[in-house]
T-cell receptor, first 111, second 116 residues
Framework: DQQVKQNSPSLSVQEGRISILNCDYTNSMFDYFLWYKKYPAEGPTFLIS?????DKNEDGRFTVFLNKSAKHLSLHIVPSQPGDSAVYFC??????????FGQGTELSVKP | IAGITQAPTSQILAAGRRMTLRCTQDMRHNAMYWYRQDLGLGLRLIHYSNTAGTTGKGEVPDGYSVSRANTDDFPLTLASAVPSQTSVYFC???????????????FGPGTRLTVT
């Protein structure tokens, strides 16, 4: 039973446009949500996070939005750059700190 | 260079053989984790350790064991490998296991394991 779901395995976006990556979850006990970025042959790296008590967090070109009533979060990248091409994992934490990951979405930003 | 190292980078292993994946961190983090990454399934937690001397089971612990004799090292052992354990294995660490602002986990580069 997948508690964190990324229903789009891939996304292709033109350079300079907005990339929107989506994530849905089922467990209302999650207290933090995180996005990780992964390049081939490397480990995931932390990108941005949001507490369950907030609805938006922004860091440069990256913004994460949380809609608790819909159990949905999204990552916006504006403007998208070719270096953003990677697999993006959504993750959520339960009290105690364990991370539950989604399946990942592969973003391709085309020049 | 601070961070997490994993060894080996990749390995081909015959079914039934024993294998230990090594993980070392130099950030003095309390918590460490082992994940496996499989296509379409994302990263799944195998085992974790909140502090040296303690370990716990994650989502998919069967067929794996871990130990945490000290803060820096967290080896993962496959006692008798099976083909379904073919995967990419990532070790991670975090300053605190208890959530809050220290929940961020730092990942190693991974070990690609093929069991034939």
């Amino acid at each position: 039973d997948q508690q964190v779901k990324q229903n789009s395995p891939s996304l292709s976006v033109q350079e300079g446009r907005i990339s929107i990556l989506n994530c849905d979850y089922t467990n209302s006990m999650f207290d933090y949500f995180l996005w990780y970025k992964k390049y081939p042959a490397e480990g995931p790296t932390f990108l941005i996070s949001i507490s369950s008590i907030k609805d938006k967090n922004e860091d440069g070109r990256f913004t994460v939005f949380l809609n608790k009533s819909a159990k949905h979060l999204s990552l916006h990248i504006v403007p998208s750059q070719p270096g953003d091409s990677a697999v993006y994992f959504c993750a959520a934490t339960l009290p105690g700190g364990k991370l539950i990951f989604g399946q990942g979405t592969e973003l391709s930003v085309k020049p | 260079i601070a961070g997490i190292t994993q060894a080996p980078t990749s390995q081909i292993l015959a079914a039934g053989r024993r294998m230990t994946l090594r993980c070392t961190q130099d950030m003095r983090h309390n918590a460490m984790y082992w994940y496996r990454q499989d296509l379409g399934l994302g990263l799944r937690l195998i085992h974790y350790s909140n502090t040296a001397g303690t370990t716990g089971k994650g989502e998919v612990p069967d067929g794996y064991s871990v130990s945490r004799a000290n803060t820096d090292d967290f080896p993962l052992t496959l006692a008798s490998a099976v083909p379904s354990q073919t995967s990419v294995y990532f070790c991670a660490s975090s300053a605190s296991p208890a959530g809050g602002d220290n929940y961020e986990q730092y990942f190693g580069p991974g070990t690609r394991l093929t069991v034939t």
